[in-house]
């Protein structure tokens, strides 16, 4: 009897431990309902004993941990995962719905922030989730690169890509998720050509006002 006492002890203290490791910390978790759109907001646990506090996106939460499962609520839904490997997996159930969840881990922060020196060697003309990243980087790295200039053209003026401003990049950050504010740093741009050229364009203007000029300059 006082073995079993003992283990039953050792069990009931290494729950709570086991709870914060299986859940607290940062997640990315994709919500899809039956109808419309997938959306991926930062869900964020705080795990004290069985029970859970944090946010998801702008709301505050609050739950429990039953074993490998968590329950709470946001807003009118009350959700319920449960562990699948490295990440969560369940469904979130509103007045009017159910939406499919899974969540996944966004990996901490590196304690030393890397310098990434980039060589683009392909150039685009729009933004579009469908381009593949250039270069994927943490929170906190730096980024030596250069751009072509808005005739497509390198240093040496040779042609590397269509005119009309074209994008090095993207850059994909981890640890970022939708509703995130991210912060970039301009420590220094440098003109690579002596060349410069200016633009003067005119825009008509209708009937009774005035002609409105715009001036730009590109390097």
Not at 5 to 27: D, H, K, M, T
Not at 92 to 103: L, Q
Not at 121 to 149: C, M, N
Request: hydrophobic share 40%.
């Amino acid at each position: 009897m006082k073995t079993f006492f003992q283990a039953a002890i050792l069990v009931s203290l290494a729950c709570p431990s086991a709870a914060q490791g299986q859940f607290a910390g940062e997640w990315m978790l994709t919500l899809q309902p039956q109808f419309g759109a997938a959306s991926i907001s930062r869900l964020s646990l705080v795990v004290s004993n069985a029970r859970v506090t944090g946010s998801l996106g702008d709301q505050r939460i609050e739950g429990t941990v039953l074993g490998p499962n968590l329950e709470f609520k946001s807003g009118d839904g009350a959700f319920k995962l449960a562990v699948q490997g490295d990440a969560l997996a369940g469904e979130a159930m509103f007045p009017d719905s159910t939406a499919r969840v899974i969540a996944v881990r966004i990996p901490p922060r590196p304690a030393n922030p890397r310098t990434h020196d980039f060589d683009p060697t392909e150039f685009h003309l729009y933004f579009s989730s469908r381009i593949k990243p250039a270069l994927q980087i943490q929170l906190g790295d730096t980024v030596r690169t250069w751009a072509v200039d808005t005739g497509g053209r390198d240093k040496e003026v040779t042609r590397r890509s269509g005119g009309d401003n074209p994008q090095t990049g993207p850059f994909f950050v981890e640890g970022v998720v939708p509703g995130d504010t991210l912060i970039i740093h301009i420590n220094k741009v440098s003109a690579q050509s002596r060349l410069g050229a200016q633009r003067q364009q005119h825009h008509a203007a209708r009937a009774g006002a005035s002609g409105l000029g715009h001036d730009g300059v590109g390097l």
